[in-house]
């Protein structure tokens, strides 16, 4: 392939707070290697968090401790990935730029998509059009290549929850005899349920940064933003009443963000009638945090279409994107409806059965989510898929 990338942003800045890459998006960033003779894994290993002696530790709302949910053995072919986003796509970017050599353009806004059956491009906001052959619209929940997909505006709707979202260093954590146990021996992971709220709090690079999350009900316009500075004591009232380490923890938080949790109906389909435009990631199929598979989804995305689009060759591009579509729509929509079924499972908890089987609240780990490799399995089904598209062709 020859690849190029547009951004909007004007400049790569260490944004945001914690990201997941599960065990299949891992083996993937284990195949990418330097010249060095590095694995991009391995540089992204040491900004992650490493809970292989603590786990997941559970608790209700009210603090009284349900369950040690212990982190599966590590995988080195596989190894989990969750650290701050900023500084794990950091090293991603510099792979991409300075190892592949791939053409990265920032601070250049796409006005519009566009297409016929010979080619592909877009408009930037200074006017200058760019073609291609093929055009893959990573652009996000409120993507712009869609409305082109789809032929009309799709816009997404208000899940009914949002998130507060935080990262901070541990120094008022460590000096406080209540929340210093967090930091001072390694990674830690906690999680608080209540009724339609829960609260994750995790320490990573041996507890020497803390982050957070807490999903709870939202009412807000979803036109106003999907982002907003969060109001501390907005949360505070959302944990009134909670375990005080939840408060404890809260109080050492400089700031928060605020951030919508939107969702849509599966699309009916991710390629252009031209077949020329395809989407990839949330633009597709956004996930909620609960199912910690965005982003690993994404990554499968990639590799599925990169495989699809270098075995099929330039004269059968459209045959190719309609393959990728139809080898991942199914997985994606089945691991989509998982952020689901864990935020109820935890919001809707029924405590008498929880008592009687604390593991009902553990975080579910399923083998043919986590265990799937996504660069075999399109290598074992891409000739059926392609041939559904071109039958009168046999590759």
């Not at 690849?3 to 260490?14: A, H, T």
């Not at 694995?39 to 349900?66: A, C, M, Q």
């Not at 939840?246 to 928060?256: L, Q």
Request: aromatic share 10%.
């Amino acid at each position: 392939h020859d690849v190029s990338i547009y951004e909007s942003f004007k400049e790569l800045k260490v944004l945001g707070d914690i990201i997941s890459f599960g065990s299949n998006a891992g083996r993937i960033f284990r195949r990418w290697h330097y010249k060095s003779g590095d694995r991009v894994s391995d540089r992204l290993r040491p900004l992650s968090i490493d809970l292989s002696n603590h786990g997941f530790d559970i608790y209700k709302w009210t603090g009284e401790f349900v369950i040690n949910q212990p982190s599966p053995k590590a995988d080195p072919e596989a190894p989990v990935l969750n650290g701050h986003r900023g500084e794990l796509h950091n090293v991603v970017f510099e792979y991409a730029r300075n190892e592949l050599r791939i053409p990265i353009h920032l601070g250049k806004r796409i006005q519009k998509y566009f297409e016929d059956d010979k080619q592909a491009g877009i408009v930037l906001e200074d006017g200058e059009k760019v073609h291609a052959d093929v055009v893959i619209g990573s652009d996000g929940v409120r993507s712009k290549a869609r409305e082109l997909v789809l032929g009309y505006d799709d816009r997404p709707k208000a899940s009914g929850y949002a998130v507060f979202r935080a990262w901070f260093p541990n120094t008022d954590m460590m000096a406080d005899p209540r929340t210093r146990k967090f930091c001072e021996n390694g990674d830690t992971f906690q999680g608080w349920i209540g009724p339609d709220v829960h609260f994750l709090f995790s320490t990573i690079k041996g507890g020497k940064d803390c982050c957070w999350v807490m999903t709870h009900r939202d009412d807000k316009d979803i036109e106003e933003s999907w982002s907003l500075p969060g109001n501390m004591e907005d949360v505070y009232k959302v944990i009134d009443g909670w375990d005080p380490l939840c408060k404890a923890i809260v109080e050492k938080t400089p700031s928060c963000v605020d951030w919508k949790l939107v969702y849509r109906d599966p699309l009916p389909r991710w390629v252009s009638d031209n077949g020329r435009t395809s989407l990839l990631g949330d633009s597709a199929h956004p996930f909620l945090p609960t199912s910690a598979q965005g982003a690993t989804q994404a990554m499968e995305d990639g590799v599925t279409l990169a495989y699809c689009l270098r075995v099929a060759g330039k004269a059968q591009i459209p045959a190719a994107l309609r393959a990728f579509q139809d080898i991942r729509y199914e997985r994606v929509k089945a691991v989509q409806k998982t952020g689901e079924t864990t935020r109820d499972m935890w919001h809707k908890a029924d405590w008498d059965r929880v008592k009687e089987n604390p593991k009902s609240v553990q975080m579910p780990r399923e083998d043919w989510i986590h265990g799937h490799d996504a660069e075999a399995h399109v290598s074992q089904v891409f000739r059926d898929s392609f041939n559904k598209f071109v039958p009168s062709l046999l590759v």
